[in-house]
């Protein structure tokens, strides 16, 4: 079986790769974007409106994916469900841009797009864990850390355009409601094209796939769960990752504290920083994606140094130049994060399916992942006398999160895990 998947391994990285540049082209509006937060306080959103939005997404790609793993149960072959919940998920973004190009009063416009965004974030529930496990599903696993790396490396490179482009339109148009409805209308469309990328792919019938399962949505969601809380090193590997919200939130807010405090402009900040982010995501897909180097664990603390580094820059040495250098480092411990994740799941869940550990594993975070970026916003409101300092002491408090998940991380077995440790 791993064999033919290996003899398909090149046509897959191409067809992955298809899917990941055009949406990739997209990303740097929607999703981690510097871009949103600043389109949002053109519209007058305060902090913890800004800190609703990773919230928002984090919450809708926690729920949702119970249904997820549900409807994809019985499903021997993913890739038509693939496709198709890609697509829907574009077409959220497209109706968004559509609708926010007919309207002139800007106090509209906060309202829709949470809206909007709720709907997105719900739509990329559903997608991404039966995402993921189709990742895994067509590489085999001495060849997936490997894949999933050209894969990202085409995504990569899609945002770095994309974040040029971003600092065109930023400095010529501003953040007008015309300009920006164009802009998310492009970036649905590009999402739903590379949608379809998926069917150069080939998926391959594993001869262990799970039995067919008759059990109602409560039942067989109630076994998964049991299924997971019993197993020991899978819950140490999710201590281990939390520090992907620390992330998320600090992408979502590092960009005002550069422009309310230390000179830098919004386009500067809304398409140079996303390059610099992007440029370390690049560095990772290379050298620990396609070259493969470090094990698992070496990659899954070595993330933890990373931000924890890049959170001290911010706290004591920020300024213009330093920025770049933050943004730099904040893809390149992302891009860590998002290459291990998919191959940690499936090798901690030791099972060819793995859709519900991907689908469930979000529920039990979902107190971090949610309330995180929630309580920095208000937080920041709260201090927001204190100026640039209130940043400072917020980024401290999540460096000393960062130790934490650096502990659970030592802590990661991935030898006692199935399979091999690479």
């Known amino acids: 079986m791993d064999r033919y998947k290996d003899d398909c391994f090149k046509k ?175 970036t649905g469309l590009l999402f739903v094209l590379g949608s379809f990328c998926f069917f150069l792919t080939t998926e391959v019938a594993d001869p262990h796939d799970p039995e067919r399962d008759n059990l109602s949505f409560l039942r067989h969601t109630g076994q998964a769960f049991a299924e997971i809380l019993r197993n020991r090193r899978f819950l140490v590997f999710l201590a281990a990752d939390l520090d992907i919200y620390v992330i998320l939130t600090v992408m979502s807010f590092y960009a005002t504290y550069a422009t309310g405090f230390f000179g830098v402009s919004a386009p500067v900040a809304a398409g140079t920083f996303v390059a610099c982010i992007y440029a370390g995501s690049i560095t990772v897909n290379i050298f620990l994606g396609a070259m493969n180097l470090l094990g698992l664990k070496q990659k899954l603390v070595l993330s933890k140094f990373i931000t924890l580094f890049l959170l001290i820059l911010l706290t004591f040495m920020p300024g213009y130049y330093t920025f770049f250098l933050i943004s730099y480092l904040l893809g390149f411990g992302r891009a860590i994060r998002n290459m291990i994740y998919a191959p940690s799941v499936k090798k901690f869940a030791g099972k060819t399916d793995a859709t519900s550990y991907f689908a469930l594993a979000p529920i039990l975070t979902i107190p971090v992942g949610s309330g995180f970026p929630l309580l920095f916003g208000k937080a920041l409101d709260l201090l927001s006398f204190m100026q640039e300092d209130a940043y400072r002491v917020l980024f401290i408090a999540s460096a000393a999160f960062i130790v934490m998940t650096l502990y659970f991380s030592i802590r990661t077995d991935y030898r006692g895990a199935a399979g091999s440790e690479n």
């Open 12 to 186: 897959n990285v191409y067809g992955l790769a298809f899917v990941e540049f055009l949406w990739g082209l997209g990303f740097p509006i929607v999703l981690e974007s510097t871009f949103l937060q600043l389109f949002l306080k053109s519209l007058g959103a305060s902090s913890f409106a800004i800190g609703i939005v990773p919230s928002l997404f984090i919450f809708g790609i926690s729920t949702f994916p119970l249904f997820s793993s549900y409807i994809s149960r019985n499903r021997r072959f993913k890739r038509p469900l693939v496709a198709i919940l890609h697509i829907v998920s574009g077409l959220s973004i497209f109706l968004f841009g559509g609708i926010l190009y007919f309207i002139d009063d800007p106090a509209k416009v906060l309202p829709l797009f949470f809206a909007s965004y709720t709907v997105f974030s719900l739509c990329m529930g559903l997608t991404i864990p039966v995402w993921l496990n189709y990742l895994v599903r067509i590489f085999s696993e001495s060849k997936a850390v490997s894949g999933l790396g050209y894969m990202m490396l085409a995504q990569n490179i899609g945002k770095v355009v994309s974040s040029f482009f971003i600092l065109k339109i930023v400095d010529n148009y501003a953040f007008s409601l015309e300009s920006s409805a164009w802009v998310f209308m492009g």
